[in-house]
């Protein structure tokens, strides 16, 4: 491969991270593998494997049943974003499906008439919230560079269990639940999941056959079915003519939505080197940061077991979370300084922060080379999101989180399809001290998101690991505590993402409930840590290789989801 071309594909700063890759190489992988949130799409995923398909082939089946399966968390009336790793050149390389705002779209859109931000529960529902859906695009972008099979075949599972009707188990009765009292003002949704004046109960069949029929016109057609002619306008007349905060969406802003390659962004840990998502996704970056502060300390030795361990990684996550909400944003519209962020002298200035004695408890965003001045004005929650992987007989990689955002994302729906509320991702308030905050809402702007992807690769270049999950701003640390989890304490892939996990509130540091961290509390509190312990909606998925060269799945038992052998 020419040095030119890598250069297109990870960021210039740690070309020397990777080893070029081979003109041609034979594949790394003797085994093939996925895992999914939910076994049914998992079983979608292997289906296709079985067929010849590719990683992405596989990763695009996965997405589509679990449109129909967990409606409420992902599907095409949202986005994602894809990292894929090229088994036989060793090129890696990542797919932008990040929903965009329409042109309609303006930075106050989440203000009130009193000059406030609205609320969260005011901002959701309705049509304010939806942003022009990406994984149709991200799908067939990522399709005609690595699909083997024909793109039709990969809709037929998700057809079958639309036509044919698919179970309601626990996560979407628990889902249907917390919307209910919502639903009074969204009689389109009830009809699909409701009996009788009800959400449906577990262990009902639902079948959607609005969704199957969009299926096969995309399936026979291409993408343009879905971001042109009549699905295209009743996706912009549901937006505009919505039961709650109606507001301008297009059918030019659907036919102008395009997903986009991306730089990935990868930075050293230990003898390993981490890649990630770049902006509009904050994920990579945030994850390389809290890594190399923690680098810094013998997590290793310590182990997980010791309060030292998680005293780092709780300063290290807040630091790195100070300069997300500050610096990051779509660097199509606001200037991100990449580099600079995870320079490791950088790091290693913002890691000696850190007192082995005492909680800093004063997190502010650093300056790391490059940046411009702004603000921070923190995004909202979110729930609605579902990580997946496919690793092939040839070594390809294919890691891919998709979301609508909140459970069943704006509430609004079009076709059976979900439409995401995506757009409570920006700021709410435009600007913050004077300064503009880098994640305001503007016309075409990808929202930030914390959705992390990931791929590792060895000091030979091999990929060995590589994972993602889903639960809002949780996203970030549970791909980086899995890492620290599986490359400096030695656990497997499925025991890295079972592990607890530290996350943090306005009050302090919050310890997952249930879990060995709970143990933490007391020794935290007595560095001056504010510390609670609270339950999680955590929910990962990973694969790693093995030393004899087989790949291994690897699903979060938080969730019902499982990891299928091929």
Known sequence: MTSHLLRLLVPLTFLSLLPAPLAAREPVSVSATVSAADPRAAEAGREILRQGGSATDAAIAMMLALNV???????????????????????????????????????????????????FRDAWPGGYSVGVPGNVRLAWHAHRKWGKLPWAA??????????????????LDTAM??????????????????????????????????????????????????????????????VTQAPKNPVPMTEADLAAYQAKPRKPVCGPYR?????????????????????????????????????RSWHVIGEAMQLAYADRDTYLGDPEFVQVPIAGLIDPAYLKQRSALISMGKALNDYRPGSPPGAQVRTSALPQPESGTSHFVAVDRNGDIAAWTSTIESFFGSQLIANGVILNNQLTDFSFTPEKNGAPVANRVEAGKRPLSSMSPTIVYDSAGTPVFTVGAAGGKTIIMQVAKALIAHFDWGLSAQDSIALGLEFFNADGIVLEKGTSLEAMKAPLENLGHKVSVAPMGLK?????????GHWIGAADPRSPGVSLQE
């Open 69 to 119: 399966v967990e409606p409420h968390n992902s599907g095409i009336g949202g986005g994602g974003f894809l990292m894929h790793h090229d088994g036989r050149t060793g090129v890696l390389e990542s797919i932008d499906g990040r929903e965009t705002a329409p042109a309609a779209a303006r930075p106050d859109r989440f203000m009130g008439e009193d000059g406030e931000p609205l609320s």
């Open 154 to 171: 990969l809709f037929q599972p998700a057809i079958r269990l639309a036509e044919e009707g698919f179970e309601v188990r626990q996560r």
């Open 177 to 238: 639940k917390a919307v209910a009292p919502i639903w009074a003002d969204f009689p389109e949704i009830q009809t699909y999941f409701w009996v009788n004046g009800a959400p449906a109960a577990m262990g009902t069949m639902l079948k959607n056959p609005p969704l199957a029929a969009l299926f096969k016109r995309i399936a026979a057609e291409g993408p343009d079915a879905f971001y042109l002619g009549d699905n295209a306008k009743l996706i912009a007349q549901t």
């Open 271 to 307: 003898s390993f080197t981490i890649c990630g998502m770049g902006p509009a996704s904050a994920g990579g970056i945030t994850v390389l940061q809290v890594l190399g502060m923690v680098e810094h300390f013998p997590l290793a030795k310590w182990g997980k077991d010791d309060p």
């Open 540 to 548: 990962a998925n990973a694969a790693e290789r093995l030393p004899d």
